[in-house]
């Protein structure tokens, strides 16, 4: 039974607002999911993450695997129990940190620019890959030096483990700098190991887990087209857009386009994942490109860091509050935000006073505007899709309205 309703459609582009059902309840799309790497929203509390209005989170099988341990988590009940989070989690294969390693500063490079990637950067050093093999790929761990096996196989293996609702296939992460036969033979194997991640799910998977494949083939159209119809013609309950997507904003609104483009007609009931990306302008251009979930380390990392988002497309939406000059501020971080810190009227004096004294109230308050900054403005598109005024919607949101309250 296919796990994705399309509830509505805007006519002027390919957006689409939808339901995907999972054994912990549904995600109503298009949506952002905020990234729980070591089964934790950093700083936040499941229910917090929930009340500013997110359904699913993103587990990581690299990370959870190397420590505590899949088993582990298994045996205390699987990962919803083990963080306290009983919404739908996804679950990335671990192939885009393996490989990471493989080709240096891979989440730097994979989208030209840092800070752009599946993984934080603070969350890469020392591990080293040792092979590349038709099997699997042998690295050592960044924990404790230790060598370690990771297989479309053993992914799975893990991902079945922890018990989550949504498990993306092992990939070969394609990084930028490699060229057009590199990307083709790495596009070809990871289509090998999508094959062999069905093959193991259909015998050991956990009943009601969904399977995601994931699309990749570089910034190459051809590649990118025939990659994303393998995938959709693989038996997967979704697809998601790996890989690196060019260079700049532009030619990543072109791949992601050649995915979505392919998958209209037959596959279009699949859900679309957009790994890695969540800039504001991102979120709207992939919602009109077709994406129906996003995931992205930004709003929480640049929260941790005392960076806030704000709708200021001038400002590339964000404000660092670890500047001085806010030091006297009175007013709020931005009018009409349902976070706490705007609710309860806290000054941009007080949020920089307590990011430049270090107070971890100053960074779960932040991180918490920033993901309520996120689900406001995806909430208005899914809304704008349900209501016919995408156009309308996404062109506010692009000049930088500060919420929904002023366009509805
Ligand atoms: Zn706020």
Redesign the pocket.
Same mark, same amino acid.
């Given at each position: 039974m296919p796990c994705f309703t399309i509830d509505a459609r805007d006519p002027g582009s390919r957006a689409r607002a939808g339901r995907i059902a999972t054994a912990h309840g549904e995600i109503s799309t298009p949506a952002f999911v905020p990234l729980a790497t070591k089964a934790t929203v950093k700083g936040m509390l499941p229910a917090e993450v929930a009340d500013l209005g997110y359904q699913m989170v993103l587990g990581n099988t690299f990370h959870l695997m190397l420590n505590p341990g899949a088993e582990l988590i298994g045996r205390l009940g699987g990962l919803h129990r083990f963080m306290g989070w009983d919404g739908p989690i996804i679950t990335d294969s671990g192939g885009f940190q393996v490989f990471s390693m493989g080709h240096g500063t891979v989440a730097e490079e994979i989208k030209a620019r840092p800070s752009r990637g599946r993984a934080g950067s603070d969350e890469q050093r020392e591990g080293r890959i040792l092979a590349i093999e038709e099997e699997g790929v042998r690295f050592r761990s960044y924990m404790d030096g230790s060598v370690q096996w990771l297989s479309p196989e053993g992914s799975m293996a893990v991902q079945a483990a922890l018990g989550s609702d949504i498990a993306l296939v092992f990939d070969e992460c394609t990084p930028f700098h490699v060229d057009r036969a590199y990307t083709a033979t790495s596009t070809e194997r990871t289509h090998r190991w999508l094959r062999r991640c069905l093959a193991w799910h259909r015998e050991h998977g956990p009943p009601g887990q969904l399977v995601y494949g994931i699309v990749q083939g570089g910034v190459y159209e051809d590649l990118r087209r025939e990659s994303t119809a393998v995938v959709a013609a693989a038996g997967c309950d979704g697809v998601a857009i790996g890989g690196s997507l060019g260079a700049c904003k532009e030619q990543m609104y072109e791949v992601v386009g050649h995915a979505t483009a392919e998958l209209a007609g037959a596959h279009e009931s699949l859900p679309r994942h957009l790994l890695g990306i969540g800039d504001v302008e991102d979120l709207i251009r992939g919602v009109e490109l077709g994406i129906d979930t996003f995931d992205c380390a930004m709003p929480t990392r640049l929260g941790r860091h005392g960076t806030a988002l704000i709708a200021d497309p001038e400002s590339r939406w964000r404000v660092s509050l670890a500047k001085s000059r806010f030091a006297e501020d009175a007013s709020p971080?931005?009018d009409g $935000?349902p $976070?706490p /810190?705007?609710s309860l009227g806290l000054s941009r004096a007080y949020l920089s006073y307590l990011v430049r004294s270090k107070e971890l109230t100053g960074m779960r308050l932040i991180t918490a505007?920033n993901l /309520?900054?996120i689900a406001q403005r995806m909430r208005s598109l899914r809304e704008a899709i349900a209501e016919g005024r995408l156009a309308e919607v996404a062109a506010a949101l692009r000049s930088g309205a500060p919420s929904t309250a002023c366009f509805r």
């Open positions: 971080l931005m $935000c $976070c /810190a705007c505007h /309520a900054f």
